[in-house]
């Protein structure tokens, strides 16, 4: 599927998500690059929010993309199944997790508050994490932001009922922050300025890589709500 | 300034040159004058404009530079002043011999001549126009041969932003040319009368009138600034000696009128002529203010300002065949207006889901149907196309009719929708067929034909193998426009590289040109290139590794009756024109 001529990526050890050289070239295999395709495009969907006004017709298009990319890796049943662990962390190491943005939304799920279609209700409790932000003053901020990013995650799991139970249920570290991702893209450390507390913090979990790129999902998404 | 003058001089001595052309010509084009005289003063005239200085540095469009005029044969004529300020009102005042009526048989735009000409027009005669006969079916056995006309736009290469031509189109009699660019600045040039002596070259386009369209505004409510950038420019078919054109950003549509004024009034009874107001008390005769001529001044106003009708960004206007009303499209939605009413317009396409986690398709472009006023096609970033009829219901969000191909699964891929995305679609001035851009192709359709297109043209087929990258860099993301030539037969596009494509739907052969600085001597023929795509690189070959990604040609535009075209780099607007022989 990935024609001859596709630039060849490492999920191991990218520095830069978006293909950035680093380290020891790995052998193209479908997987990786279809990996690699996934965090290119979680990252872009961030990147163009920041932007003056997102364009909503290249959030539709990349967002559709992912959606196809999560539905294959759904039906190939790759979707727990993931890249060596230290794989699939690198490019997430200096991406630091919006705590706020998945805990506050679990916790208000968790509460109640958050009108999350729950498929399974009775999923896995999540795993809280500590973190040095305030929850009660981002939560508010974030509210209205992971009420929308669930209600996207409805449609999800309309396709792949299976799908968002993984989703929320092991999802908590190494959500992309979004001055982290750009701090990261351009230092390539992977604690930005300013938020190095997140990083042991994201190292810990071992949460897998497509879940924790789908909460990314979750974070970017909402940003197409929010057109 | 010395970045114009390059092209400038070519044309000068271009001129000089063809004075020495056989007398036998002159008498049959001129009017009445003699042959040898006339040329004499044109040569003079050159000359004198040649010795004359360059006026201070111009600003990026520079007004034109004052041309040979129809003089009578005693002395040249004076040489032009420098323009003033090019925003706003570009004062003419060399152009005063030059303008033309529209119909072109007079060199002076008067009242009755206007007169005569619209009424022509209105009947359904066309204006006696002296120009080149209409190629139909162009290409067939004889290739257009394709030359270098003009260049505008700073040479450096350095792009300042707000220079970015973001539009390009020719009014309906293709007489005047509007480009819009990033600054929200609309600059229209106009073309200039068919020299008489020079049979073998077009008019040339110079700066008829610059103005400022969009201001950047802030939208408070959502903290977000709404850019200036001219999205789409569209005439409006001339009804008067005024000539109207809707220019659109992001949100807001405008209607302006560009009008000529050479008169003025002169002789008023309480003011100076500078303004000021005089005493009452001091004027002791009354006299009737009278009009005299004056340079003329091309004044641009905007006469109707349509705001606040679109939450997301208008990517399309589209004026209805009886014009009188048009569609303005942005990306999940299609209103319409009545030129004349700006405090409402009708919303006749929606396509926002009530959840916009929903959302998986947005509008990419709409047009009315050039003939019939009920219909409308929109087409999607999903590479449908939906044509709708006003008539069926007030909400056309039920298609009459839907275009799309089936994927070839054999290019399946996961950028396969994103390449389908349309990013341009074109009537044929016929109203029969329509065209559409995709990414890597144009396609023709038959509005009778649904299920696929009739015809397919690959524009760089070569960069199927680098979608990846291509998406990593953003460049398939990338809005290609399309055109078709005045009688349907050849249609153009756009590429990388600052090449662009020409497809003749006869002879089915395609040409790839290139708008470079490099081939800018007027009348020179432009060399077909070729992209390799893999393999063997031949001599003249360009690989496709070696293609610049950043030099990217998105807009192009077709003279509606003649073979010029008007070729937008990231900052320059290349004219070409075909060898006429």
């Known amino acids: ?227 | 300034c010395a970045r114009d003058r390059r092209p400038g001089q070519g044309q000068r001595a271009g001129r000089a040159r063809q004075d020495t052309r056989p007398a036998a010509r002159a008498p049959g084009r001129g009017e009445g004058q003699a042959a040898p005289a006339q040329r004499g003063a044109e040569k003079e005239g050159a000359g004198a404009r040649s010795r004359a200085g360059r006026s201070p540095p111009r600003p990026l469009w520079s007004p034109p530079r004052p041309s040979p005029r129809p003089a009578p044969p005693l002395g040249p004529g004076p040489a032009a002043p420098p323009l003033g300020d090019v925003t706003g009102q570009a004062s003419r005042r060399h152009f005063e011999s030059r303008v033309a009526c529209p119909c072109r048989r007079r060199r002076r735009p008067c009242r009755s001549c206007r007169r005569h000409c619209w009424r022509r027009r209105e009947s359904g005669e066309a204006p006696r126009v002296k120009s080149t006969i209409l190629l139909t079916g162009a290409g067939g056995g004889n290739d257009i041969q394709w030359c270098f006309s003009q260049v505008k736009g700073a040479v450096d290469d350095d792009v300042a932003e707000a220079d970015i031509i973001s539009t390009v189109e020719f009014n309906h009699s293709g007489e005047l040319l509007a480009t819009g660019d990033k600054g929200g600045r609309v600059v229209i040039f106009q073309q200039e009368q068919e020299n008489k002596i020079q049979s073998h070259s077009r008019g040339e386009y110079n700066v008829y009138s610059t103005f400022q369209s969009h201001e950047p505004e802030f939208d408070y409510l959502k903290s977000l600034e709404i850019e200036e950038k001219i999205n789409k420019i569209r005439w409006l078919p001339q009804k008067n000696a005024a000539q109207f054109l809707l220019s659109t950003n992001d949100k807001t549509i405008k209607l302006w009128k560009i009008s000529e004024r050479d008169k003025r009034p002169e002789g008023y009874n309480l003011k100076e002529e500078d303004g000021r107001y005089r005493d009452p008390t001091t004027v002791t005769t009354l006299r009737v203010p009278v009009f005299r001529p004056m340079d003329l001044m091309v004044e641009a106003s905007p006469r109707r300002i349509f705001a606040n009708a679109h939450t997301y960004h208008i990517n399309s206007i589209s004026i209805n065949s009886d014009y009188e009303t048009y569609l303005s499209a942005d990306d999940l939605r299609i209103n319409l207006w009545h030129l004349e009413i700006t405090d409402r317009s009708f919303n006749i396409v929606d396509i926002k889901p009530a959840n916009m986690e929903e959302l998986t398709e947005v509008i990419t472009a709409a047009e009315f149907h050039p003939n019939s006023c009920n219909t409308f096609v929109y087409s999607s970033s999903k590479g449908t196309i939906r044509l709708c009829d006003m008539r069926a219901s007030a909400l056309c969000d039920r298609h009459s009719k839907l275009f799309e191909e089936p994927e070839d699964p054999s290019n399946r891929s996961f950028f396969s929708e994103i390449i389908s995305s349309i990013s341009d679609v074109k009537f044929s001035h016929s109203g029969r067929y329509m065209m559409t851009r995709d990414y890597l192709s144009v396609k023709i359709w038959d509005l009778n034909m649904e299920n696929r297109p009739v015809e397919t043209y690959q524009v760089h087929e070569y960069l199927r193998s680098k979608l990846c990258s291509l998406y990593e860099n953003d460049c398939i993301f990338d809005k290609f426009e399309c055109c078709w030539n005045g009688s349907d037969s050849v249609v153009m596009t756009g590429s990388y590289n600052n090449f662009f494509r020409m497809f003749d739907r006869n002879t089915k052969r395609d040409i790839t040109l290139e708008a470079s600085r490099e081939n800018n001597k007027p009348r020179t023929v432009l060399k077909p290139r070729k992209v390799c795509a893999s393999g063997k690189r031949k001599k003249d070959e360009i690989s496709v590794d070696s293609l610049d990604f950043n030099k990217k040609i998105l807009h192009t535009a077709w003279h509606p009756k003649e073979n010029i075209i008007a070729v937008a780099t990231t900052n320059n607007l290349y004219i070409f024109q075909d060898k006429v022989n």
Not at chain 1, 145 to 163: A, C, R, V
């Open chain 1, 1 to 227: 599927m990935f024609a001859r001529g596709l630039k060849r990526k490492s999920s191991e050890d990218a520095e830069d998500a978006d293909g950035g050289v680093a380290g020891l070239p790995a052998a193209p295999s479908y997987t990786l690059q279809r990996q690699s395709l996934l965090d290119m495009s979680l990252v872009k969907l961030q990147l163009c929010h920041m932007l003056v006004e997102p364009n909503l017709c290249r959030s539709v298009l990349i967002a559709n993309t992912v959606r196809q990319i999560q539905e294959e890796m759904t039906q190939d049943g790759t979707w727990r199944v993931v890249a060596p662990q230290a794989a699939g962390r690198a490019p997430l190491d200096r991406l630091v997790s919006t705590e706020i943005l998945c805990r506050s939304g679990r916790e208000q799920e968790g509460e109640g508050d958050c009108p999350l279609p729950d498929p399974a209700p009775g999923q896995a409790p999540r795993r809280p994490q500590s973190s040095p932000w305030g929850l009660d003053g981002s939560r508010e901020g974030r509210g209205g932001f992971q009420k929308s990013l669930d209600h996207i995650f409805e449609t999800l799991e309309n396709k792949t009922p299976g799908s968002v139970e993984e989703l929320f249920s092991d999802v908590d570290s190494s959500y992309y922050d979004l001055d982290a991702v750009l701090t990261g893209m351009v230092g390539g450390a992977p604690t930005g300025p300013g938020l190095p507390a997140f990083a042991p913090t994201a190292a810990a979990p071992p949460s897998s890589t497509c879940r924790s790129d789908l909460g990314e999902l979750e974070h970017t998404v909402e940003i197409l709500v929010e057109t």
